[in-house]
């Protein structure tokens, strides 16, 4: 082999090599990426789960008071006939 192939070769492993390092940082980077979106995933999904309670409970509530003010305006319908009837009585 002449000197001049040997340098070619070692250039192509040099090459090789530096992008073999390259892609090793690559990979470490990245493996460190996925565990921060796997981080991040975990509280996106604590903070769904947290959303989805407090959901639950203001539709609760609003049943709540579609119930109330249901039971309310027939409270004071009934409250408006038992005036009426009173103010009919004669007490003398």
Do not use: H, W
Not at 5 to 26: A, I, P, T
Not at 28 to 49: M, Q, W
Not at 50 to 60: E, I, P, T, Y
């Amino acid at each position: 082999m002449s000197v001049e192939k040997v340098k070619q070769l070692e250039e192509l492993v040099s090459s090789g090599l530096r992008c073999l390092e390259n892609f090793y940082n690559e990979n470490c980077r990245l493996e460190e990426r996925v565990r921060e979106l796997e981080k991040e995933k975990v509280t996106l999904l604590k903070e769904n789960g947290r959303a989805k309670s407090s959901l639950d409970k203001v539709n609760q509530l609003e049943v709540s008071l579609r119930k109330l003010t249901k039971d309310c305006s027939t409270s004071r319908a009934k409250i408006k006939n038992i005036l009426q009837k009173i103010n009919k009585m004669d007490f003398i």
